[in-house]
């Protein structure tokens, strides 16, 4: 019998798969080891930390569409390539 590789297709899932567990891990279920120094260091309630996770999320799942529409329309290079190379402006502290 001949045998057969797997897809390489299947190695992208698994990939995305990891890439999607550690980032979710990392990004939601490590915040609450810096409630506590945010609340001190910038002299925020519990409420306004609070609202700017909510904020945050809320963003995200607001720009889901559009950034679907994008891809659709621009190609999923070109979206995460504006994705890679977007940053925040330099602070002024």
Same mark, same amino acid.
């Given at each position: 019998?001949?045998k $057969?590789r %797997?897809?390489?297709g #299947? #190695?992208?899932? /698994?990939?995305?798969?990891v890439?999607m567990? /550690?980032g979710s891990?990392?990004?939601w279920y $490590?915040?609450?080891?810096?409630?506590k120094? @945010?609340?001190?260091?910038?002299? #925020? &309630?519990r409420?306004? %930390? &609070? $609202?700017? %996770?909510?904020?945050?999320?809320?963003? &995200?799942g607001?720009?889901?569409p559009?950034?679907?529409?994008?891809t659709? !329309?621009?190609?999923? !290079?070109? /979206?995460? @390539? /504006?994705g890679a190379?977007? !940053?925040?402006?330099a &602070?002024?502290?």
């Open positions: 019998m001949k $057969t %797997v897809f390489y #299947w #190695w992208i899932v /698994v990939a995305c798969f890439a567990f /550690v891990g990392t990004e $490590t915040f609450s080891i810096f409630f120094p @945010l609340m001190s260091d910038f002299g #925020w &309630s409420g306004e %930390v &609070s $609202t700017s %996770v909510t904020i945050y999320f809320v963003v &995200s607001l720009m889901g559009l950034i679907g529409k994008w659709l !329309r621009y190609g999923p !290079r070109r /979206v995460m @390539l /504006v190379l977007w !940053r925040e402006p &602070s002024s502290f």
